[in-house]
């Protein structure tokens, strides 16, 4: 019987590293292990087969910076509060629907249903479980003259400097670019501070510049403000006090959560002040019955799922980061994980929100109907913009039962046609189990078996071009073993699939996830990485990564993994070092070939800081422009998260 996970661990570390005398630049790989266990059992004519436990590690950036401190975020746990919800719309709501504007303008440790003592002949039953240990770094970097990497940590570097008209200069990669603070933003002073002391209490309002460090920086230390000041509101009615002094003094805000982003959007460019939602971390209600759970925006999401455990249900939504991450900036951010393919986006499962526009009004659209066409439908303006147009203080989602059957083949394909034309079968004969599809080439495979430790290939007779993950979740365990059984004999009949695996233990289960999630940490192992995250048409999806090969040839190892049933490419780029050379291969060729093929430069992370500038080559110019006016309209002074999402000259 496999034995649970301890509880989540609460250590802190820290380290310091010192300068390297060859290289001036210190470098630390830091990392970030997530374990998922999943039973399953079945035996198949030709396949054996399984379910599995997957153990992700994820290894920062190197990165340039004499002293770094590892910080090890604490998990907080979410509270459960009763309380009445309201079940109509707000007058606030009302009246923002009577203005115009101008036109021009990654699962939780999760116990599945035990195994029956009595198991069929053929197949024992399936049992799932999910833990992870999320550690979230980050650096401290001092000093007004401050260097930082986004593409090359050690030549393509990122300069700041702070000039006399107040401005900062940063250097993208091979390519620069003026990041202006806006002169109408006002300066911080203390006034300012005895304000905000006088609504919080002076232990909620954080001036001390180490435990700022945390919030200023990114966790992949892409990015570093200088903000000084560091707000830990309690309550809507706060959020809404503190937005409202800002608009009227001109003080630019960043909303925060767990700080998990990877584009730059959740950090402070400038001085802008940090609003940080940890503390609003309660579950409010949860309805046994529909299944829909209303909580705060701080909410955790790995706290949230453990919750809904305990109830016989799960989150529609998993990510890497779940043990840091918060609902409010999953919701944000419109975040995608592994469970889309089977549960759709959060503008499908979110039912409402309510959040605090730069005005400092509650827009109260807190429902938790499934149905309701009495106007247009706000929230969604709010589901995926990443603070940009409000701060999300309380979400309503609508979660699915936990199901005991699970199932997970690692499949091997000839090539990538007959990945898309498995994946066409699998919705077909698989229909409602199918949980997830993900792919990986060749070269994912061999760089893993090289890199990673504790890498096994289950298909040892020989490597080939394509693999393939299946998970199937039902609560049939009879009807579900049935249905996959068909399916994989089916498509070797086929010839669809060259070999395949279903794993009889766990052992085997952990391998499969492995040798999938275990990616990005075996990238990093082997040097530099260039990283894209992109959806593109599933037929022209894999053409990318061979033109890109074709591009680079011997000068780096360009490989293809992800989501082929959402069809999201995670294109990365391999090198012994960063080359600038290589980069200005890369760039924009990436963007502009996904562009051609209307594509999207940006299928999970959002835009941020680092893509605000590069959204036309997925938006019209007329859309964002729109966009711009829709902005304009809800934050006139452009005090929420200034200088992301939208292109700067738009919005400056």
């Known amino acids: 019987m496999f034995s649970p996970p301890p509880p ?18 210190s470098r630390m790989g830091s990392e970030c292990c997530r374990f998922v266990v999943m039973i399953l059992v079945a035996n198949v004519k030709r396949l054996t087969v399984g379910i599995t436990v997957s153990a992700f590690t994820f290894l920062f950036l190197p990165h340039f910076v004499c002293h770094c401190r590892i910080t090890v975020q604490k998990a907080q746990h979410a509270s459960y509060l009763p309380d009445t919800m309201p079940n109509h719309k707000s007058r606030a709501t009302f009246g ?24 069929s002949s053929r197949f024992t039953s399936a049992t799932f479980f999910d833990k992870k240990c999320s550690l979230l770094q980050h650096d401290a970097i001092r000093g007004d003259h401050q260097v930082f990497s986004f593409f090359n940590p050690f030549r393509n ?14 250097c993208y990669g091979s390519m620069a670019e003026l990041v202006q603070r806006n002169p109408r933003f006002s300066k911080l002073n203390d006034d300012d501070v005895r304000y905000f002391e006088g609504i919080l209490g002076t232990k909620n309002v954080v001036q001390d510049e180490d435990k700022l460090v945390a919030s200023n920086t990114d966790w992949l230390h892409k990015f570093k403000g200088s903000s000084k000041l560091l707000l830990q509101p309690r309550t809507t009615d706060q959020v809404s006090q503190i937005l409202k002094y800002c608009n009227s003094r001109n003080l630019a805000v960043v909303p925060q959560g767990g700080n998990t982003g990877l584009v730059g959007g959740s950090v402070p460019v400038f001085d802008e002040v940090i609003v940080s939602l940890s503390s609003m971390n309660k579950i409010i209600s949860f309805d046994k019955v529909s299944g829909t759970l209303v909580c705060e925006a701080g909410c955790i999401l790995e706290n949230i799922m453990s919750f809904l455990d305990n109830e016989g249900f799960i989150m529609p939504l998993d990510l890497g980061a779940k043990g840091s991450c918060q609902i409010g900036g999953n919701v944000s951010t419109n975040a995608g994980g592994l469970r889309l393919v089977r549960y759709g986006s959060l503008h499908g499962s979110v039912l409402g929100v309510e959040a605090v526009l730069a005005n400092g009004t509650a827009l109260d659209m807190l429902k938790t109907l499934r149905k309701d066409n009495t106007g247009y439908d706000l929230k969604h303006l709010f589901i995926g913009s990443e603070g940009s147009l ?9 979660t699915p039962p936990k199901l005991s059957s699970v199932n997970v083949a690692f499949l091997a394909c000839k090539d ?7 994946l066409q079968e699998a919705k077909r004969k698989l229909g409602e189990i199918l949980s997830a599809f993900e792919f990986l080439d060749g070269q994912s495979m061999n760089l893993v078996l090289n890199h990673l430790e504790g890498a096994r290939n289950p298909l040892p007779t020989s490597l080939h071009d394509f693999y393939v993950l299946i998970e199937t979740t039902g609560s049939d365990e009879s009807s579900d073993k049935q249905k996959l059984e068909a399916f994989l004999l089916g498509s070797m009949e086929n010839e669809l699939i060259s070999d395949g695996v279903l794993a ?25 990485v260039y990283k894209y995250d992109l959806s593109i048409p599933l037929e022209q999806m894999y053409n990318l990564v061979e033109e890109m090969r074709s591009r680079l040839g011997n000068t780096a ?6 989501h082929l049933g959402d069809g999201n490419l995670h294109l990365n780029i391999s090198s012994p070092r960063y080359d600038d050379k290589i980069l200005s291969q890369i760039e924009p060729f990436v963007y502009e070939w996904t562009s051609k093929h209307r ?18 080559y997925s938006q019209s110019r007329e859309t964002v422009q729109l966009m711009a006016s829709i902005k304009n309209l809800l934050d006139p002074n452009n005090i929420l998260n200034p200088y992301k999402v939208l292109p700067h000259s738009l919005i400056s």
């Open 8 to 25: 989540h661990p609460e250590p802190c570390l820290q380290a310091v590293l010192a300068e390297d005398p060859i290289t001036n630049h």
């Open 96 to 119: 923002f629907l009577l203005r115009s504007f101008n036109p021009f303008f990654h699962r939780p440790w999760n116990q599945h249903l035990l195994p029956s003592p009595t198991s």
């Open 157 to 170: 570097f990122l300069q700041t400097k702070q000039w006399g008209v107040g401005f900062q200069h940063k």
């Open 390 to 398: 409000g701060i999300v203080t309380k979400v309503s989602i609508l």
């Open 416 to 422: 990538y046609r007959s990945c898309q034309k498995l």
């Open 504 to 528: 009889q233990d766990i052992n085997q289960a952990s391998s499969f996830w492995l040798l999938r999630e275990g990616i990005p940490e075996a990238l990093m192992r082997a040097g530099a």
């Open 557 to 562: 190892n360009v490989i293809g993994y992800g």
């Open 599 to 616: 594509g999207s430069i940006s299928a999970e992370h959002g835009l941020g800081l680092m893509k605000a500038n590069k959204i036309f």
